[in-house]
């Protein structure tokens, strides 16, 4: 299918998002066609003529990803960074009530720390395997005080190495309703934040495939939190941190990246 840029003047004013799923015991699954063969995304779409102004179409775009296999993905360690201060009174159920459905589909060997930061930081669990304990202190978390955000980013990547599973699955998860209000809150302290940070990213490859992935976001938007971020540089740390790819996804990133950095020297000269 050919690709073309809308003209300037044609109407893009009707914008909102709609998930066509159904949830079957805490679990979303979505109805669009799955990928055939190798394919790792399959995109559908619909076009219609909007139910307000019939002169307008609506457009919905669906991407189904492949789903894997449970029990052929490697064991998992998550560190869930939860903002818990005052600020989060409204919306923590919704919080832990997803929590508590992701926490009840870890597997034997998949292990959960948590850190929270409402008032203080607080690390609440460490490497844990007991889902009805990770449940527990999901079910007990209460919103209250100020958002020492930095330290409990530090205190979380901290974790993440301790407790870090060679070749499995390592992330950290971030729930937040937004900004910092204690500590680090301008520009230049939050880049000292992130080069104290980086000396304890050495735990694998993965660090480093994901730091390359943040460099080339953070370059791509000419990010003012990344002054020495550069796409020539992230396609550089991809390609040192490739791995075992083993479904060719770091290889195709790597060939964005690379494409990303020739035409940004080519707009550059013109």
């Given amino acids: 299918m050919a ?8 109407p893009a004013l009707e914008c909102f998002n709609f998930f066509n799923c159904d949830t079957v015991d805490s679990v979303v699954s979505y109805d669009y066609p799955a990928p055939e063969g190798d394919a790792v995304l399959r995109p559908s779409f619909e076009l219609g003529a909007a139910p307000w102004a019939s002169e307008r179409r609506l457009l919905l775009i669906g991407v189904q990803a492949k789903t894997p296999v449970r ?12 903002d818990n201060s005052g600020s989060m009174y409204a919306v923590l159920p ?17 292990r959960v720390s948590m850190v929270t930061y409402g008032g203080s930081v ?7 395997s007991d889902i009805d304990l990770v449940c527990r202190m999901i079910d007990g978390l209460a919103a209250h005080g100020c958002t020492p955000g930095g330290e409990g980013i530090r205190t979380a990547y901290r974790l993440a190495e301790e407790h870090f599973i060679k070749g499995g699955n390592n992330r950290i998860v971030l729930i937040t309703d937004g900004d910092f209000n204690v500590g680090a809150s301008s520009e230049a302290a939050a880049r000292e934040d992130s080069v104290a940070v980086e000396p304890s990213l050495e735990a694998g490859e993965n ?50 990246a690379r494409r990303a950095a020739e035409l940004r020297r080519e707009c550059d000269a013109e």
């Avoid at 690709?3 to 044609?10: V, Y």
């Avoid at 994901?210 to 796409?231: D, H, I, K, Q, W």
């Fill in 94 to 110: 919704m919080v832990k009530a997803a929590m508590t459905a992701l926490a009840k589909q870890l597997r034997p060997g998949d």
């Fill in 207 to 256: 660090w480093g495939w994901a730091a390359a992935v943040a460099e080339f976001g953070l370059a791509l938007r000419n990010s003012r939190f990344a002054p020495a971020a550069t796409l020539e540089h992230a396609a550089q740390e991809a390609q040192k941190h490739l791995g075992d790819d083993a479904n060719g996804d770091r290889a195709e990133f790597l060939l964005l």
């Fill in 71 to 82: 029990e052929e993905l490697p064991p998992s360690h998550y560190v869930f960074l939860i």
């Fill in 3 to 10: 690709t073309s840029i809308p003209e300037p003047e044609a």
């Fill in 122 to 128: 607080n690390v609440l669990l460490e490497g844990c």
